[in-house]
């Protein structure tokens, strides 16, 4: 099978980060995501379980987040691993370092 293949990278401010995330998100919900740069473009087609690998850092007033999901065109057997919340806040932990369980549910989503 022929490997299909767009990169990008560039600069963009804030507010066309939030609108390109927004589009990527919107296309997710409908199951099938175009993207092109030129005359090349990837159609994915994201169903089942996804492989979710997030890293956020922060160094010297630099931040970055990367994001990297992946899937098979068949379906992958869900694994029991820790339950991803993201939020604007950051969580209330006890002396222990355990999350306390009391949130405004309308302030904080978990997945």
Do not use: H, Y
Request: one cysteine or more.
């Amino acid at each position: 099978m022929k490997k299909n293949e767009v990169t990008v990278k560039c600069k963009m401010d804030t507010e066309a980060v939030v609108n390109m995330l927004s589009d990527m998100v919107n296309n997710f919900r409908e199951g099938k995501i175009v993207i092109q740069k030129g005359d090349s473009f990837v159609t994915l087609k994201p169903v089942g379980q996804i492989e979710v690998e997030m890293e956020a850092a922060e160094k010297k007033g630099k931040q970055r987040i990367e994001i990297l999901l992946s899937w098979k065109e068949a379906d992958i057997s869900a694994q029991n691993e820790d339950e991803l919340r993201i939020s604007g806040d950051e969580p209330c932990l006890d002396e222990a370092g355990e999350e306390q369980t009391e949130r405004d549910p309308i302030l904080f989503r978990k997945w």
